[in-house]
């Protein structure tokens, strides 16, 4: 037997390196508030393979830590990694594969789909009764800045399709086709489907479709509209 006939065996027989499992969202105990580095190391966690912690670092700096940035205080922040991870884990027990990314993806449609669901409800609020305090579902509206709401509402777009270009080909929850009902990726394709609507209603005034606390408000005060397709439970 040759001697590279030799190796190829020993090399085919040799046990296959397995890397840990991972494991992201490792908090440790902060007394002060921590640093961005600090908090994307604590997202990434342990464990994993060098592709799977890449792009943890990569989305968690793109998708996450901006929203993050926001909490003030060490409470809010322990509060809001808190409610990630629990998110993280739902997404991970419906399907393993890519679930940190639909996490992540989902995580920052919903930031698209609450900002762009107050510039719409402000914008109909001026539109519809513009005399009238703001309706107790409405109240994320109180503070749109109507000035420059418009570009915001373009920017928000922009970052939805930049979302859907760069992530569809793995998601299938941002396909036209929705998943089965009751499943997490159902809830993330309604999701999705919301933000779209709210985005349309944000930038056009159109309120011919609404979503959401949009359609509940404008359908009992009596305004025409109809509800967006797979919005029912909502």
């Known amino acids: 037997m040759s001697r590279l006939l030799i ?6 027989c040799a ?7 991972f494991q992201p969202f490792q908090i440790p105990p902060w007394k002060t508030l921590p640093t961005d580095e600090e908090i994307v190391k ?4 342990t464990g994993g393979s060098l592709d799977e912690r890449i792009e943890a670092d990569r989305l ?3 998708l996450l830590l901006p929203n993050l940035r926001r909490d003030k205080e060490l409470v809010s922040l322990l509060w809001s990694l808190k409610l990630l991870k629990m998110d993280y884990e739902s997404a991970k027990k419906s399907e393993s594969r890519n679930a940190f990314l639909r996490f992540a993806v989902s995580q920052a449609v919903s930031d698209i789909r609450s900002s762009a669901g107050g510039i719409a409800a402000a914008r109909l609020k001026l539109a ?3 005399d009238e305090p703001f309706p107790e579902e409405w109240q994320n509206a109180t503070g749109v800045d109507l000035a420059t709401s418009a570009s915001t509402a373009a920017a928000l777009a ?8 760069r992530y569809g080909d793995r998601l299938a929850i941002f396909g036209t086709e929705a998943p089965r009902l009751g499943t997490v990726e159902f809830g993330e394709h309604r999701s999705i489907s919301i933000a779209r609507n709210h985005l349309h209603v944000a930038l056009t005034g159109d309120y011919s479709i609404t979503s959401g606390s949009i359609f509940r408000v404008l359908s009992r005060r009596g305004v025409t509209t109809q509800r967006l397709p797979g919005d029912s439970v909502y």
Do not use: H
Request: hydrophobic share 45%.
């Open 7 to 12: 190796c190829v065996l020993l090399v085919a």
């Open 15 to 21: 046990p296959q390196r397995m890397d840990p499992p």
């Open 42 to 45: 604590a997202i990434v966690g």
């Open 60 to 62: 968690a700096r793109e």
């Open 128 to 130: 519809l009764w513009p």
């Open 158 to 165: 922009r970052r939805m399709k930049e979302l859907e270009d």
